[in-house]
């Protein structure tokens, strides 16, 4: 079975950094396409940055180049490098896995982990 475990989340001020890792098993990693959403409790979940598994990376959110999406096929981790962060970054972050690079294809996959929490104030 594919497992994704977030780590990396907690408060911090605003105009703070964080790192999230999300360390994948039960699958190629390399192979896959991987993928950072988060979501706010009433909202939708949000696509936030994907690579695939080339290193290509895609921002569908306009986070003006604050975040930093990467991955290290060698420890099968995926990495989220956020940076100046805001109060409207608060929200459970969550990775996803997909054999397809597109956000519908991450979403549809099944292959989530159970998030970790990011609070700014």
């Known amino acids: 079975d594919v497992q994704l475990v977030e780590s990396g989340g907690g408060s911090v001020q605003p105009g703070g950094s964080l790192r999230l890792s999300c360390a994948a098993s039960?699958?190629?990693?390399?192979?896959?396409?991987m993928g950072w959403f988060r979501q706010v409790p009433g909202k939708e979940r949000e696509g936030v940055a994907t690579?695939?598994?080339?290193?290509?990376?895609d921002y569908p959110h306009t986070l003006s180049g604050r975040f930093t999406i990467s991955r290290e096929n060698a420890k099968n981790t995926l990495y989220l490098q956020m940076n100046s962060l805001k109060p409207e970054d608060t929200a459970m972050y969550y990775c996803?896995?997909?054999?397809?690079?597109?956000?519908?294809?991450?979403?549809?996959?099944?292959?989530w982990g159970q998030g970790t929490q990011v609070t700014v104030s």
């Open positions: 996803a896995a997909a054999l397809t690079c597109r956000l519908g294809a991450l979403i549809d996959s099944g292959n």
């Open positions: 039960g699958l190629d990693f390399s192979n896959y396409c």
């Open positions: 690579i695939d598994p080339d290193g290509k990376t």
